[in-house]
């Protein structure tokens, strides 16, 4: 960087000059290295500060990442201010490194993620109010008048509601500030969310959460960092017994940070905290306005809110002092990020609980298996609820051979699962249907040319959703109208739909069940989080006969009148070439059984198969959860797959296939694996175009000894460099394969 014009201090020489300060920022977009700005004289920085500064022709926001001395700094550009914004911790800061050097991500797009750039400054208006101070104006209109009265108590009133109150507008009080009678003052700010009470309730536990709550109540004493996985069958008390390490948190007065899958839609979850602590917990998820968000900023970097319940990226909040993590399912592949920086939030929420000092506990009833290696491992505590609280029995699970017993023709529920929802309905209990496939078919065809509906900026099929009378893309959006035609061969009335999605379920429902109250739940309703948050609240209180749902029923809600549970297509998942594809759907069928007979009814689940000797559904019906984990485990370490080994993607893509291909052959071919190193492919994706990018990936599988980021830099480095619009996306420890 070099400046316009010499700066004054260039005109003393280099020995007499006082040794310049010099400012290391960190700039919030897609840059690795930090820039060097001399500091000028009477500005005083710190590692942490948020500073303006000049970059190109352009004001930016950075933050100090390192400060020296350095003999000449005459060539640099000036840091122009400090702005208003809490500064980042040094442990924040060290986070911010260690995921970029974790995955492999530009150092400035995780510092984003920790600013939330736009939201840093507090440009959003705060509210002002006035108060009478000095004497009425010599003018005294009606209007000011009323003003007047209205203020005569000597109370701070909000201009806004001042304005309403006396009828005025807005310029008769700025007139009266300008007359000295009033003086404005910033209304003081709500609290961001009352102290949870850690001792509003006592809970009664069993003597087997008893231990489990003595374990977390160790960690959290000790001080240290610490990890432990909380594996609780489904219904076991999970969620109760980690309240309690919240609440030891909360009495040595530090923060906690609960992350949750879905937090968008656990409106049961802020409830049950509730009725624990007293108050809700602050939420943190995209929902959040942008005006609330800022609140929270600030409140959790001042350390005046004590609880957030949040998703990934409240991962990367600036905590005063973190307590406590706790990553609630932490299973969960929605913990994964997948664009912009790839990474896993609950490994993130290892290092960041051993940054911070803060005990880690991962909560899941099917945890993955890397959790439960590292337990095994005696890297992490293990604590165990074997039991469902109160004597509940876990449901009974059995399959449906759909050889033997097959639905009809055009229809996806056999008849013995139709005759167990119809008991369950005349026991006045509920069933859930589960299939994880939104909209009403995965596939629409002409029967007469065979012509099939594909995404125009995709290799995927469209899917139909009856509902909104369209064929969309679920990986690019992209929406049409369903024809009356088809488009091929203009035959009438000849496009047919293959396979179920959560819609068609629901017409055979009711043809089957024309009295029961049956409803959809499903990401791509039409009403949003809101709606979905309303109906979830609406099965809980039994107001279904029947619920179908994709995936998002599964997520730790607890219905007390479910006792049925239909798994649609237990296969479905099974078959997806995914290397975690049998884990995944061990875990997906596990919490969705797991969600009946929660109540004081016993619990049911069937699962639909062609395949019912398949190992996970073995699995799921013996119950024998240890063995699943032992012959997956053992495969997984015969393979090399993590976490006995590690895995990289690189994702090449282009507007154009043969760039893509050429360019990804070109790094294979640069790879030169050392020993311990497989470069596998490149191949083409296997969704080989999404919107309009044509796609190959490379697959990079290590030894778990190998450091395999330094072997991507060292890589990346000797490679050619990605050229036009040819685009290189790197995925630490990749979690989808398509
Ligand atoms: P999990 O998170 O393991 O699925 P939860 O914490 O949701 O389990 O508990 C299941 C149900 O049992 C909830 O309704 C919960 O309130 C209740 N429960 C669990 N433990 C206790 C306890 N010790 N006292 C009272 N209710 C409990
Ligand atoms: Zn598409």
Same mark, same amino acid.
């Given at each position: ?514 009295? %029961? =109250? !049956? @409803? ?5 309703? &039409?009403? #949003?989080?809101?709606? $979905? ?130 360019? %990804? =052959? !070109? @790094? ?5 694996? &050392?020993? #311990?190193?497989?470069? $596998? ?58």
């Amino acid at each position: 960087m070099s400046s316009d014009s010499p700066p004054l201090d260039s005109l003393f020489s280099e020995s007499d000059a006082p040794a310049a300060v010099i400012a290391d920022v960190l700039i919030p977009l897609a840059l690795d290295i930090a820039y060097s700005y001399k500091v000028p004289p009477g500005l005083v920085v710190e590692p942490g500060d948020v500073v303006h500064v000049p970059l190109a022709a352009r004001e930016t926001i950075g933050v100090v990442w390192e400060t020296r001395k350095g003999a000449s700094a005459s060539n640099l550009k000036a840091v122009m201010s400090k702005a208003d914004a809490t500064p980042l911790s040094s442990t924040l800061r060290e986070f911010v490194d260690w995921v970029a050097r974790y995955t492999l991500a530009p150092r400035g797009l995780v510092l984003r993620m920790a600013l939330r750039a736009p939201e840093i400054e507090r440009n959003e208006r705060i509210a002002m109010g006035v108060r009478l101070v000095g004497a009425p104006p010599a003018r005294l209109t009606p209007a000011r008048q009323r003003v007047l009265e209205i203020l005569s108590d000597g109370l701070l009133r909000a201009k806004r509601d001042l304005c309403d109150e006396a009828g005025v507008s807005a310029a008769v009080i700025d007139g009266l500030i300008d007359e000295g009678t009033l003086l404005p003052e910033p209304m003081p700010q709500a609290p961001i969310s009352p102290l949870p009470d850690p001792d509003f309730t006592t809970t009664i536990f069993s003597e087997a959460q008893s231990k489990a709550v003595g374990e977390l109540l160790n960690s959290i004493r000790q001080e240290q960092s610490s990890t432990t996985l909380l594996e609780g069958v489904t219904g076991s008390g999970k969620t109760e017994v980690y309240f309690e390490a919240v609440a030891e948190t909360l009495r040595k007065e530090r923060q906690s940070l609960i992350l949750m899958p879905e937090i968008a839609l656990t409106g049961q979850f802020l409830d049950r905290f509730e009725k624990r602590f007293g108050v809700r917990p602050a939420e943190w998820h995209s929902g959040v306005s942008g005006r609330r968000r800022e609140k929270i900023f600030s409140a959790l970097a001042s350390g005046e809110a004590k609880v957030i319940a949040g998703a990934r990226s409240a991962l990367f909040l600036p905590y005063a002092d973190l307590g406590l993590i706790i990553v609630d399912e932490e299973h969960e592949t929605a913990y994964k990020q997948e664009d912009g920086v790839h990474y896993h939030a609950r490994d993130m929420a290892v290092v960041r609980g051993r940054l911070e000092i803060a005990p880690v506990i991962l909560a899941s009833a099917t945890p993955s298996i890397e959790s439960r290696v590292n337990a095994k491992a005696g890297r992490y505590t293990h604590v165990k609820l074997p039991e469902r609280h109160g004597g509940r029995a876990m449901p009974d699970i059995a399959t449906i051979d759909l050889r033997v017993d097959p639905p009809g023709k055009g229809r996806f529920l056999s008849p013995r699962l139709i005759s167990e929802i119809r008991e369950t309905i005349m026991r006045g209990e509920q069933t859930l249907l589960y299939l994880n496939r939104r909209g009403y078919a995965p596939l629409t065809l002409c029967r007469h040319c065979g012509h099939r509906f594909q995404c125009s900026n995709c290799t995927t099929w469209l899917v139909e959703h009856r509902f909104r009378r369209a064929l969309m893309c679920h990986h690019c959006g992209h929406v049409e109208r369903r024809p009356e035609t088809c488009p091929s061969c203009s035959a009438e009335d000849s496009l047919a739909a293959c396979g179920p999605g959560v819609e068609r379920l629901q017409e055979e429902v009711a043809e089957q069940f024309p009295d %029961a =109250r !049956a @409803l959809v739940l499903s990401s791509d309703m &039409p009403g #949003g989080i809101e709606r $979905l948050r309303r109906e979830i609240e609406a099965v809980a209180a039994g107001e279904f006969n029947i619920v179908i749902g994709t995936q998002l029923v599964a997520k730790g809600h607890h219905f007390p009148y479910l006792s049925l549970v239909g798994v649609v297509d237990a296969d479905l998942g099974l078959t997806s070439g995914d290397p975690r594809a049998a884990e995944r759907t061990f875990q997906m069928l596990g919490q969705v059984t797991g969600r009946a007979g929660r109540g004081h009814t016993a619990g049911r689940a069937l699962l639909q198969s062609y395949d019912p000797d398949h190992p996970v559904i073995r699995a799921l019906v013996s119950g024998d959860a240890e063995r699943f984990y032992r012959e997956e485990t053992n495969q997984r370490e015969a393979a090399s797959m993590p976490p006995f080994g590690r895995l990289a993607a690189l994702i090449i893509s282009a507007n154009d296939r043969q760039p893509a291909e050429s360019y %990804a =052959r !070109a @790094l294979a071919r640069a790879a030169e694996p &050392p020993p #311990g190193v497989m470069v $596998l492919g490149p191949a083409e994706a296997p969704i080989a175009v999404i919107r309009g990018r044509h796609r190959f990936r490379i697959l990079v599988k290590t030894d778990r000894a190998v450091p395999i980021q330094a072997y991507l830099k060292e890589w990346l480095a000797r490679a050619p460099k990605a050229t036009g619009n040819v685009r290189l996306g790197i995925d630490i420890d990749p979690q989808s394969f398509y």
